[in-house]
């Protein structure tokens, strides 16, 4: 297996975005590399590029109005283009699931294979709400009165309490410790992490990818926990509308599989990527 091998592409003027390849073969694309390395162990016979989207790890940090999800989605094709690749595997975890679902819309003749893990629902509403409830109920108790602090403080002490609060509610299992390292880079300050996002997800306005994701020609494997934050009937939601999809319900298990259950989570993915 041979890597890593890294660089950066210009996704636009100002706008450097770094990548990191690992091994020969298919090209799959993950986006966040810090976050996603463990997915690395998929290279065996593969190429796995991941990237750090625009403000996020070592790719440029940008103005605020400079972010959002559709620029998420042009980033992606920008990458792909100057890394000269005709038709690529997609893996998003978290909010990137939905960006590489969107982009295998926009541009399904680029996708060979999608794969969205413990990503958004295929509609904003009702399923945000739903979720938003069991977050604050999940944290208010383990930790009572933290959300009332966190209105009045929102220092940098109590941003990174709400991180650990988060891994400590959203998952179902203890968390292995992670092969990358996010922290060594300012991009991935839990403030400026929970900006970039909140702006991201802002911009997708009331989505309803129902319609559109029948555009979705390849094959697509969605994976959640039933111990996330969102409901497993939301993430059932995915395949109905799809030609050819399926659903990994992993038991006991929350939004970091790759983290909790990664035996489970990386066979899945290696039968499913397998040509």
Same mark, same amino acid.
Do not use: C, H, K
């Given at each position: 297996m041979r890597g890593p091998a890294e660089g950066w592409i210009e996704a636009e003027e100002g706008v450097q975005l770094y990548f990191r390849?690992?091994?020969?073969?298919?090209?799959?694309?993950?986006?966040?590399?810090?976050?996603?390395?463990?997915?690395?162990?998929?290279a065996k016979g593969r190429r796995i590029i991941s990237y750090d989207p625009r403000s996020r790890g070592r790719s440029t940090g940008v103005d605020p109005e400079k972010i959002?999800?559709?620029?998420?989605?042009?980033?992606?094709?920008?990458?792909?283009?100057?890394?000269?690749?005709?038709?690529?595997?997609?893996?998003?975890?978290?909010?990137?699931?939905?960006?590489? =679902?969107?982009?295998?819309? %926009?541009?399904?003749? #680029?996708? @060979?294979?999608l794969a969205v893990v413990c990503g958004p629902p295929i509609r904003r509403s009702p399923h945000t709400e739903t979720m938003n409830r069991v977050m604050i109920e999940?944290?208010?108790?383990? =930790?009572?009165?933290?959300? %009332?602090?966190?209105? #009045?403080? @929102?220092s940098p002490e109590m941003l990174a309490a709400l991180w650990e609060l988060v891994k400590k509610t959203r998952a179902g299992r203890p968390l292995r410790e992670m092969a990358g390292d996010p922290s060594r880079w300012p991009n991935e300050n839990p403030g400026k992490v929970s900006e970039v996002t909140r702006r991201a997800v802002e911009t997708q306005g009331d989505w309803d990818w129902r319609e559109a994701a029948g555009r979705i020609s390849c094959p697509a494997l969605f994976v959640a926990g039933d111990a996330d934050y969102l409901p497993l009937e939301a993430a059932r939601e995915w395949p109905r509308f799809l030609k050819d999809a399926s659903l990994l319900e992993l038991e006991g298990v929350g939004h970091f599989p790759s983290l909790e259950s990664p035996d489970e989570l990386f066979e899945a993915l290696d039968r499913f990527l397998a040509p």
């Open positions: 390849i690992v091994g020969e073969g298919e090209p799959v694309v993950v986006p966040l590399v810090e976050w996603t390395r463990e997915f690395e162990v998929l959002s999800f559709a620029s998420d989605v042009r980033d992606l094709e920008a990458l792909r283009r100057q890394l000269g690749l005709d038709r690529i595997s997609l893996i998003g975890w978290s909010y990137y699931g939905g960006v590489v =679902a969107r982009y295998a819309m %926009e541009f399904p003749e #680029r996708v @060979r294979r999940r944290i208010r108790e383990a =930790a009572p009165g933290y959300l %009332e602090e966190f209105q #009045r403080n @929102r």
